[in-house]
């Protein structure tokens, strides 16, 4: 048991993890509801943990990008950001954009990432992706997907 606590220690100390800051890890979550996930990231972000981004945050998944402070949210490699403008269901069952939701949901992001969407021609129903380098530039790199990669076995 000490040789497991004092691993678990060394780890903690190797990624710069505190034993009172839990991370939560965000991967292929495809959104939904954007009250759901104001109400939830409102949580987070009081909470005090730090947000991984592994994978797949597509929809109202992104609004954690100005919900959560920036200092508090990594990115590993294989993040992938994926923005639209809001929607609802017309009466004949069809998808419609909604206008006052969309600019909602634009309203929460930082600066940058409201620069990026704004460069693409904005939120629209074509779903816009955000990745790789430029991910990279906007956000800090999650320290555990650094590490994994460096210590990765050789092939045999």
């Known amino acids: 048991m000490k040789i497991v606590t004092g691993l678990l220690a060394a780890v903690l100390l190797i990624t710069g993890v505190g034993a009172s800051h839990a991370v939560v ?18 949580d987070l972000k009081t909470s005090g943990e730090s947000v991984m981004i592994d994978g797949l945050c597509a929809s109202a998944c992104t609004i954690v990008l100005g ?3 920036r200092d508090r949210i990594c990115v590993t ?30 309203s929460m992001y930082p600066p940058s990432i409201k620069r990026w969407i704004a460069h693409r ?21 999650c320290y555990l997907d650094a590490q ?8 045999r």
């Open 25 to 42: 890890r965000i991967s292929e979550d495809r959104g939904g509801r954007i009250g759901t996930y104001v109400d939830k990231y409102e």
């Open 67 to 69: 919900a959560v402070p």
């Open 77 to 106: 490699s294989r993040a992938n950001l994926g923005f639209h403008a809001a929607w609802d269901f017309g009466s004949n069952g069809r998808t419609i954009t909604n206008p006052e939701a969309t600019q909602m949901l634009y």
């Open 121 to 141: 021609g904005g939120l629209t129903p074509r779903m816009i992706f955000l990745r790789g380098r430029q991910l990279a530039n906007m956000y800090r790199p």
């Open 148 to 155: 994994a990669s460096v210590h990765q076995p050789l092939p």
